[in-house]
């Protein structure tokens, strides 16, 4: 059987991409095969085509860090012939060929099965950025911000782990403020259920102070550098930022002065190698949790030869919200 999919391969000037045909032979090593019917562009599939991060490993490649579709042929118990599954992460458009793809061969276990609420599409574009925004807010509430706490910072507003954060954040009660350098789409993020708009410049420059006024109850942040920095100066006592972006840099120049003076809570959030019982139970909230017609509104959907001119464009601010693709189309 033959499918189509991009292919990443090396050449003299970069890297090239190209949309192939493959046949079975050519999927990678596992023990279910998925009849893709979807993935996605996160932020790392941008880097991946564009060579910019080294996130591919192994040339060629398919990549797209998720995939969305039915189970075809199983060799493992725990999933079945049209059982609807979505993955996220692992090694998937990295090491392994990823979800830029219209069939894909995976070890089980890399594999999420959906609730009967959430359909392919709605598990693409969610993808990986709105499955780490879930992720975020479990970690604030298992650290005990409530929306009674108070106010809750979501930098990088305008990206797809923004916009779905500050959607479900606003349909569990949390007063939200989005932090955006795209002030002209300050409607886009009230729409999504931010309650203010605030200049991500006010945040992105060194400052002196280690502590500064406290303002926020909790935070989730995909900026990193001195935007953490300054948004963990900003946290109020026994407050939580959720971390797991680098937008701005990987570096941290600040103190420890907002943990050992205002019990402050820095959670890592990782959404590559979060262990199954993580992310079943992160499904479980998004199919309660995130308004579904929200999530339609912040998503465009492209076809597969779109997908790599799709996945530059993330840099820049480039794409707003999420943007799935439909891999048949």
């Keep these: 059987m033959t499918f189509k999919a991009i292919l990443v391969s090396k050449a ?27 993935s996605t562009i996160n ?19 398919v990549p797209g860090i998720d995939l969305a579709g039915t189970v075809e042929a199983s060799a493992s118990a725990d999933f079945k012939p049209g059982d609807r599954v979505v993955i996220h992460g692992w090694g998937l458009g990295a090491t392994h060929h990823g979800g830029f793809s219209q069939r894909a061969r995976v070890p089980a276990r ?4 959906l609730p009967s609420n959430v359909s392919t599409w709605q598990a693409a574009a969610i993808g990986t950025a709105g499955f780490t925004a879930m992720l975020s807010v479990l970690a604030l509430e298992h650290n005990g911000v409530t929306p009674a706490s108070g106010d809750i910072l979501v930098t990088g507003a305008n990206g797809g782990a923004g916009s779905v954060a500050i959607a479900i954040l606003s ?18 993020l009230k729409s999504l259920g ?5 200049d991500r410049r006010t945040l992105s420059e060194p400052s002196p102070q280690p502590i500064q006024p406290a303002r926020w109850a909790g935070a989730i942040d995909s900026v990193g550098s001195h935007t953490l920095v300054n948004v963990l100066a900003q946290t109020q006592y026994g407050g939580a930022v ?54 339609e509104a912040m998503t465009k959907t492209v076809g597969l030869a779109e997908a790599p001119e799709s996945a530059r464009s993330i840099f820049g601010g480039g794409i707003q919200g999420r943007v799935v693709v439909d891999v048949n189309a």
Excluded: C, M
């Design 110 to 113: 890399w594999l999420t099965r």
């Design 43 to 61: 932020y790392k599939d941008g880097l991946a085509i564009s060579g910019r991060g080294n996130i591919i490993q192994t040339f060629p490649l």
């Design 242 to 295: 959720a971390s797991f972006g680098l937008a701005q840099g990987t570096d941290l120049p600040g103190t420890v002065l907002p943990f050992i003076g205002r019990s402050v809570t820095l959670a890592g959030v990782d959404s590559v190698n979060a262990p199954p019982a993580k992310r079943d139970r992160a499904y479980q909230r998004l199919a309660t949790d995130l308004d579904f017609g929200k999530l």
């Design 12 to 38: 003299d000037a970069g890297l090239k991409t190209d949309l192939v045909t493959l046949s079975d032979p050519d999927l990678g090593d596992g023990d279910v095969t998925v009849a893709v019917e979807y």
């Design 194 to 198: 931010a309650a203010e708009i605030i």
């Design 171 to 188: 349909g569990l009660g949390y007063r939200v403020v989005a932090s955006t350098g795209r002030l002209n789409e300050a409607e886009y």
